[in-house]
């Protein structure tokens, strides 16, 4: 209990100004307490209004009052003072260089709780408090404190800035909404904020879809990255079987041959040397003989020599006559294995080939969409209108870019491309990869389009019609705005009002992207799908006289 007395104490004879025990306390005309040079460095703030308020209720007084000293209220804090008892709050409640301090605190500030809209001020818990109390202060809007207060006020007429001029694209006061900007499209900064916020919802879904997209997109390419390591492992895998059992094939077949030929080798050996033996058996009878010969030869007696020659033993029939090709050895084993090096020219023809067998991943990744316009005009493509398609009331320009609506027909030949019934026309070229271009329109309106070729060119709207079908994408461009068609459907966008509209097609992502080009480009609707043919550029129209054209781009 004694505790909860010394916080009433605390409460009762601190000053809300300065937070601490009030020196020289004075009390105004509605009751409330506050060190005298506390109040009087407050009004002294408020001397070039003339009007003085209490900083705890707001009230206020005129002239300034004049006030005296609290003596009985001094006594009571000064007994607490003699207590010891310090009512200034602890070092990290006081405002830093980065901190926002509290606009009501004097001397030494503190940090601010909050800010108030209304007010343009900070407020620290101390001072923050009437605004929880009185109810004409409970209506203001209070924020997390913020140092950019005076950014909401005017610099010309000192008023807090509620207008937001959608001519401009600026917050305004009041007295500007009369003044400079008066005529112009001006809404509450309240209102401007609700439908901003719903432009920043949806450009949140459409983020988080392309969040969404994209992860979907990581995950089949983690996958992708999987199936290609199995197919590249099982391939390497199969290919070492294969190449391994080739491998042994060969060294089999290499072993067999040098067996086979030390084989046939041995056998041809020993007949070689069986035959020399044999003839060299034979020189040496021949030479023993031809001696037996020579000696009969020298016998001078006649009658000698004829009594020996008959004892000699008749010659042995000689051995046949050897033919030999020594380079022949060998031949057909050696052709043999030579029609084996047929398989070296066949490796080195498959081989070739072998890279070109395996499958491309087909894998894209979708290239970020351009930004400025200087990044769009990198794809920009020239572009041209085909007098084969267009309406017959449809009077085409010199070099056939700029498109007018008549009242008459125009003198074109029968063509089986022409439009019969909807007054369009389609460019010559087609689109692929990634364009951009863009067309001027002047008139009451036109649509900006793109379609396939194969679009029916006779028949009802439903067939023919640029954004009635599935064969076409179509932006409806008109003094109250803009509406995209397509399948028959219509979308509602809204978007600063332009003249000159940009087309952005990435044919390969899916991405079709229409906007207003002023000195900015501003998106008014992409489309996210799958073409499954080449594009041509559309233009159609509604009201005589207006005219489109296929800007030339540098």
């Known amino acids: 209990m004694a505790q909860k007395g010394v916080q009433l104490d605390r409460e009762t004879f601190s000053c809300s100004i300065c937070l601490d025990l009030m020196k020289d306390p004075v009390t105004t005309f509605c009751g409330h307490s506050y060190c005298m040079d506390c109040i009087k460095s407050h009004w002294d703030g408020e001397d070039c209004k003339k009007i003085y308020s209490c900083p705890e209720c707001r009230k206020t007084f005129t002239p300034r009052p004049v006030l005296l000293k609290n003596t009985m209220l001094a006594d009571l804090v000064e007994e607490l003072r003699k207590t010891g008892f310090q009512a200034a709050p602890a070092d990290h409640c006081y405002a830093g260089p980065e901190d926002v301090a509290c606009d009501v605190c004097t001397g030494r500030k503190l940090k601010a709780h909050k800010s108030c809209l209304v007010c343009l001020a900070s407020f620290c818990e101390k001072h923050l408090q009437p605004h929880y109390d009185a109810a004409p202060l409970k209506k203001h809007k209070l924020v ?14 000192d008023e807090v800035m509620k207008i937001f001029c959608r001519t401009d694209q600026q917050c305004i006061c009041y007295l500007c909404s009369v003044d400079e900007h008066k005529g112009h499209d001006t809404v509450s900064a309240a209102a401007e904020r609700t439908e901003r916020q719903k432009k920043l919802q949806g450009s949140r879904q459409n983020i988080q879809q392309r969040i969404q997209e994209r992860e979907k997109d990581v ?25 391994t059992k080739l491998i042994c094939l060969i060294e089999k077949r290499r072993s067999d041959v040098e067996q086979q030929v ?21 020189i040496t009878e021949l030479k023993r003989k031809d001696a037996e010969l020579e000696k009969i030869s020298y016998t001078e007696d006649h009658n000698q020599f004829l009594h020996n020659y008959p004892s000699l033993s008749a010659l042995s029939q000689s051995t046949s006559r050897i ?10 084993v050696k052709a043999a294995v030579s029609e084996v090096r047929i398989l070296q020219e066949v490796l080195r023809e498959k081989w070739a080939k072998v890279p070109l067998a395996v499958t491309e991943v087909d894998v894209s990744l979708p290239q970020p969409e351009p930004k400025t316009r200087a990044d769009f005009l990198k794809y920009s493509h020239e572009i041209t209108l085909d007098p084969n398609t267009a309406n017959t009331r449809l009077l085409l320009s010199k070099g056939n870019r700029k498109a007018t609506l008549m009242s008459e027909d125009q003198s074109y030949s029968r063509h089986p491309d022409r439009f019969t019934k909807n007054l369009q026309v389609l460019s010559k070229e087609s689109l692929t990869g990634r364009c951009y271009w863009e067309v001027e329109w002047r008139g009451r309106g036109d649509y900006v389009a793109v379609a396939y070729k194969n679009i029916s060119r006779k028949g009802d709207l439903n067939e023919c019609g640029f954004g009635q079908n599935d064969k076409s994408w179509a932006l409806d461009c ?3 705005g803009y509406t995209f068609w397509y399948n028959n459907l219509k979308t509602p966008i809204s978007g600063p009002e332009s003249s000159r509209i940009g087309v952005y097609l990435d044919h390969s992502a899916g991405i079709l992207s229409f906007y207003s080009v002023s000195e900015t480009m501003t998106l008014l609707h992409r489309v996210q799908t799958t073409f499954t043919q080449p594009l041509y550029a559309g ?3 509604f009201s005589i006289r207006d005219t489109a054209e296929l800007c ?3």
């Open 478 to 480: 008109d003094k109250c």
């Open 262 to 282: 030390r084989s046939q080798q041995d056998t041809e050996m020993s007949r070689v040397k069986e035959l020399q033996e044999k003839l060299e058996q034979e």
């Open 539 to 541: 233009l159609r129209f």
């Open 552 to 554: 030339k781009l540098k």
């Open 323 to 332: 033919h030999i090709c020594p380079r022949r050895y060998f031949v057909d």
């Open 219 to 243: 995950k089949l390419l983690k996958r992708e990255v999987e199936a290609i390591n199995r197919s590249a492992h099982k391939v390497g895998k199969d290919s070492r079987k294969i190449f």
């Open 144 to 157: 997390e404190p913020s140092k950019n207060l005076q950014e909401k006020i005017c610099s010309r007429h």
